[in-house]
């Protein structure tokens, strides 16, 4: 490769139009020295120039599992790829700006994060961002759906509850559907119960683990704290605040930001924890179980949050409730009401 081939190879890293410009076969070459240079996988994140998609940009570039990193928005996109782009790390990053380049962005990704979307506000509920979100989320599934319908979809835009229904519907109405493929994250909620309950019982939040199950809205966060590991318990007060703690999770950061959005930094953490154990398990690492918002069969509901095991198509095993306690029980049952409508509002968006 000469001098001048060097150069326009750097230029196609940082912008696709770039590559374009020397009518392709740059990128193409770009391509393959990622695939050969640093072994991995290819993703995409869609919003990533937004509160989220800014620190979820940056701690992917520092996954070794990732060797592409493409950088999708609608403002912003070549800043934030810019910057990125000078860490020196393995992934190859390159910034797309606009619906003309969707399509590129996605080509070829094994999977796709999306926090594209407005955020809550104070006074507002993740049911408030359905009408501009909705939107959102239809068009990129489009693109999934066109360019890259086997790749992984992690669904961060809110209403998550009703925003990986629209996702299903849209992916089945280009005949590209697989279940096994969409995962609505709801990491944080697990993120913050680990944090919660290890402050009441007085340990490291990194021994601890708390199923979350349901959704990802109030009450349909229902953290199981009869199952938490190490095995432990909880007087009846104690369940009270740290139920209520982690449903409300959310609400406590968006108001402490007071009108300047919600979570973005645990956020791109738990995102990154959860898009890492995708790609462990599409790596075919062993046991990767967390908990997710997918479409399931554990309770009558088309879509429900639980612990799956991700494997190299995806979720792979979908694991039942087990034994709850009768606050549990009581919680399940106020969740699934809830769900229920954010479902079917999702779907009958994609279907009228
Ligand atoms: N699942 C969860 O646990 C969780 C946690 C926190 C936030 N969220 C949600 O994530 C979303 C993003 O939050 P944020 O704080 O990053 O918001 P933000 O406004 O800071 O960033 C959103 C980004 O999306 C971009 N965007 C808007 N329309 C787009 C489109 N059509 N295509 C591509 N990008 C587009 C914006 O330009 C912006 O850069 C919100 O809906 C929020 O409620 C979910
Ligand atoms: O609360 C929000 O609106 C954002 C997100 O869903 C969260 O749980 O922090």
Redesign the pocket.
């Known amino acids: 490769m000469d001098a001048n081939q060097r150069i326009a190879r750097i230029a196609a890293h940082l912008h696709p139009s770039n590559a374009q410009m020397e009518g392709g076969s740059v990128l193409e070459r770009a391509n393959c020295r990622a695939k050969g240079g640093a072994p991995g996988f290819k993703v995409a994140i ?8 800014q620190p979820l940009a940056m701690l992917m570039k520092m996954n070794p599992l990732v060797s592409v990193l493409h950088l ?5 996109a070549p800043g934030v790829t810019a910057d990125i782009s000078h860490m020196d790390t393995g992934a190859v990053v390159r910034g797309f700006l606009g ?1 003309p380049q ?1 399509d590129a962005a996605l080509t070829g990704m094994d999977l796709v994060i999306i ?6 506000k104070p006074g507002m509920t ?1 049911d408030d ?1 359905f009408k501009i ?1 909705a939107g ?1 989320v239809k ?2 599934c489009e693109g999934i759906a066109r360019c890259c319908p086997n790749a992984i979809v992690n ?6 509850n009703s925003t990986v229904p629209i996702a299903a519907e849209v992916f089945k109405k280009a005949g590209t559907y697989d279940p096994k493929r969409l995962l ?6 697990v993120v913050r119960a680990n944090t919660f309950v290890a402050e009441v019982l007085g340990l490291d939040p990194r021994e601890v683990s708390v199923p979350v199950v349901g959704g ?1 809205a109030g009450v349909t966060i229902l953290p199981l704290l009869s199952q938490v590991k190490p095995p432990c318990s909880f007087t009846k007060e104690e369940t009270e605040y740290l139920t209520k703690r982690i449903q409300d999770g ?1 609400t406590e950061v968006v108001q402490a930001k007071a009108g300047a ?4 930094l645990s ?1 791109a953490y ?2 990154v924890k959860f898009a890492d154990r995708c790609l462990r398990g599409l790596r075919g690492d062993a046991d990767i179980v967390e908990c997710a918002y997918v479409e399931s069969r554990v309770t009558e509901l088309p879509f429900f949050a639980t612990q799956v095991r991700l494997g190299r198509n995806g979720v792979e095993e979908i694991y039942q409730l087990g034994l709850l306690n009768e606050y549990e029980r009581a919680g399940l049952e106020e969740a699934k009401k809830e769900l229920a409508g954010s479902i079917e509002k999702g779907v009958s968006f994609i279907k009228k």
């Open positions: 869609l919003g990533a120039a937004g509160g989220i998609g999708y928005d609608v403002v912003n619906q969707l926090p594209a979307g407005v955020p809550r993740r961002l979100n959102i068009t990129l669904l961060i835009s809110n209403p998550v609505g994250v709801t990491m944080l909620d990802h959310g959005g919600s979570a973005t956020m738990a995102a």
